[in-house]
């Protein structure tokens, strides 16, 4: 049972995480540039659109996180999206460097990333045992 309420909790922190993130970026994506003293890119579409999908990946790990086992085939598409940012980012991190801003992020999505495997590992192994 704590095992599970862990799963739940950890899928509604991501939820949040993703969904709040993305909603900054969506919403003020020029702010935030300024405050972290970044150069924004040519056009903030380019911003927008991976905020857009920031807040989507949000509601999905909200339905995870409302039932975790019925849910589970969904996880692999959120460890492939934390494997997608921190291999980009830590890419260019290491080749050539990049600006503060998106380094906590990579750190965190590393974090979650082996959460959400070591989640899907837990409930996989549960669902074949009710069978």
């Not at 739940?8 to 993703?18: Q, R």
């Not at 849910?71 to 460890?79: A, F, S, V």
């Not at 980012?89 to 959400?116: H, Q, R, S």
Request: aromatic share 16%; hydrophobic share 60%; charged share 10%.
């Amino acid at each position: 049972m704590k095992t599970m309420r862990f799963i739940k909790a950890l899928f509604v922190v991501a939820a949040l995480y993703d969904a709040a993130l993305g909603a900054v970026f969506l919403i003020a994506p020029g702010w935030v540039y300024r405050v972290a003293d970044v150069t924004p890119p040519n056009h903030l579409a380019y911003v927008q659109f991976p905020a857009a999908l920031l807040v989507i990946f949000g509601l999905m790990f909200a339905a995870i996180a409302m039932n975790p086992l019925e849910n589970r085939k969904l996880i692999p598409y959120g460890i492939l999206l934390k494997a997608a940012y921190c291999g980009v980012t830590f890419w260019y991190w290491n080749a050539e460097g990049i600006p503060g801003l998106w380094k906590p992020f990579a750190v965190i999505d590393l974090v979650m990333g082996f959460l959400f495997l070591w989640a899907f590992r837990q409930l996989v192994a549960r669902s074949t045992k009710a069978l």
